[in-house]
């Protein structure tokens, strides 16, 4: 269902997608009692997922590629919105170098990677089936979006309740931003593959509309009982529900693409 423009309505469904994932944490109260910071989660979805899409369409990124962007963006927030990348208290404060695993794997690798970068480009398809001829952004719309990014992240780092990392936690950081970068920039060299229409999977429709359904019962049904507090307080339960859907998502898809021995066109 196109809303206003090709681009922008992939863009908003991508968005809203991720808001659910942050919901079903949050919880309904949150979302009620808190509009402003709700709405400058909308800001951080929708402008990445703005140049995610431009990169797309310019360059007709494959699944790894994907893969490799959604990875690289999202060891920003863990690093700096919500500082879990370098927090002792959560994933059982498994830590190597500085840098919590759980985090890593669980939220940079298999939710970053896969349930919020291939699943939510795949939902936002299935309602919306990319026009790659859409303009592109151009300066001024990524200028706004990297400014935007880094106000935000900024701010939230600011916050005395994120955690910090240790010199070598934020080298390892720095390690894992060069190594995303150079995979991807290396991966632009290979001619441009054609471009492939849009095929509906039983299986990645269980996992984008399952994601929905699950997001929304954790957000609305979820919302009472222990606490686990971070740079944000998150419904215990939920998280925990949550994380294991995660992975269930993560290591599921990586068997599908296996098998599939192609990619599944987002």
């Excluded at 992939?10 to 944490?25: D, M, P, R, V």
């Excluded at 599921?252 to 021995?261: A, D, G, V």
Aim: hydrophobic residues 55%; positive net charge.
């Amino acid at each position: 269902m196109k809303i206003i423009s090709n681009r922008f309505s992939l863009i908003l469904y991508c968005a809203i997608f991720n808001l659910l994932f942050e919901y079903s944490a949050r919880g309904l109260p949150q979302f009620i009692s808190r509009p402003l910071f709700m709405f400058a989660l909308f800001g951080i979805y929708f402008t990445y997922f703005s140049m995610l899409e431009d990169l797309i369409v310019r360059f007709r990124l494959k699944n790894y590629q994907i893969f490799l962007c959604a990875f690289l963006y999202g060891l920003f927030p863990i690093a700096f919105l919500t500082g879990n990348l370098f927090n002792t208290n959560v994933y059982s404060g498994i830590m190597l170098a500085g840098v919590n695993m759980g985090t890593l794997i669980i939220i940079g690798i298999l939710a970053w990677g896969v349930v919020q970068g291939i699943i939510t480009l795949y939902f936002a398809n299935r309602l919306q089936t990319r026009d790659w001829n859409h303009p592109r952004m151009g300066k001024v719309g990524w200028t706004s979006a990297v400014l935007y990014q880094l106000l935000v992240m900024i701010y939230a780092h600011r916050n005395p309740v994120t955690p910090r990392g240790t010199p070598l936690g934020y080298l390892v950081f720095g390690l894992l931003v060069i190594v995303a970068v150079t995979l991807f920039i290396r991966s632009l060299k290979i001619p441009k593959p054609s471009i492939q229409p849009f095929q509906p999977s039983k299986f990645m429709d269980f996992l984008a509309f399952g994601s929905v359904a699950i997001f929304f019962i954790l957000g609305t049904f979820f919302i009472s009982g222990a606490q686990i507090v971070t740079s944000q307080p998150l419904n215990l339960l939920a998280v925990t529900l949550e994380n294991i859907w995660v992975i269930f998502c993560g290591l599921t898809f990586f068997i599908y693409r296996l098998q599939k021995k192609s990619d599944v066109v987002v």
